[in-house]
């Protein structure tokens, strides 16, 4: 049987736009995979000549990049100076959505309601209500729908997974996870992503979602979890004073399926996480770190506790578990594609579920700060 090809529209020609792009023309086989493939049949900017500066780019890539436009993968690709051309082009089965944040639900709407399948960076949207207008939407059409968490599908969320799963390190105790990036906002203009609050900016929404999956993977999946969501219990974030946005935000979560465990997530924007871990699962016989950037790591560490209080592991050992590709964003795709083959409108690794409840984080987050103001 020959792969289920998955041709793409892709909306905006930004940096994570192309990103996308370039994963995804990548040769399968380099990350182990022969049933699904990609093609990009289209791409929306704000005008013509942007997209086709940005098609002429991806004809243009070196190696290992270079596979999808030697393989005819780009061959008959649309440009359009709107994206109303995407939405409606026959050709395309599916719509990568990298506009920035407060685009993203006008943007979904549209493609679901034109009867494409969707999948969109986070933030998913700019507050709950319109997540579910979304989800809605993907029933009425039978359309696919996914946020693109792409952490969630590399091979090293499945490891971790595997190691903390297996009871090896015995009962999960709590986790700290932490994204956070100097983006030296005082020398950023008040039009940057990051400053203008008409934009989603602040570090909550640009920042948040690669803590939050770190939680959500290791608590909110755990097998003696059962599904059972978090209860907030506490949330701070400081205000960046030039334009109101949260320069920091974090929040602490206690998840009573798991006996109480709980697990503080930060972002900020105005200092880099410290260290080479950003996150830390902390167990009963020993804990797991994962190294620092924790939207795409590659490695963690099994490491032992110390003095009087060694468990059952005593000596450290490193993991390495690197994406192939550019970031690691074709992994996504290839779930995107194989959901769309059989079939399905979501994820059973993204579920709608787990959206609703790292959105309804947001959303407390951002409101309680409000609520102080």
Known sequence: MSPKELRWGILATGKISTNFSKDILTDPSTRGVSDVSHRIAAVGSRNVESAQAFVDKLHKL?????????????????????YDGVYNDPNVDAIYIGTPHVAHFDNAKSALS???????????????????????????????????????FQPIAYAVQEVLFSGKLGKVKRVEADFSIDFKPDGLPDSHRMIDPTLGGGSLLDLGPYPSVWAMLTLFQHPDNHRTPPNILFTHQTPYARSGVDLNSR?????????GV????TTDMGVTGGGERGAVIVCEEGDIAIEWGLSNPSRFWITPHTGKRMGLITSKTEHHHPVQGNSGMAYEADEVARCVRDGKTESERMRWEESRIVQGWFDRVRGDAAGKK
């Open 62 to 82: 070196d190696a290992p990049f270079d596979w999808g436009a030697k393989q005819g993968k780009l061959d008959g690709c649309k440009v359009y100076g709107s």
């Open 114 to 152: 034109a009867g494409k399948h969707v999948l969109c960076e986070k933030p998913f949207v700019m507050k709950l209500e319109e997540l579910d207008e979304l989800i809605a939407l993907a029933k009425k059409h039978n359309v696919f729908l996914m946020e693109a968490v792409w952490t969630r």
């Open 251 to 259: 929040w602490l979560l206690e998840f009573p399926g798991l006996g």
């Open 262 to 265: 709980q697990a503080l997530l």
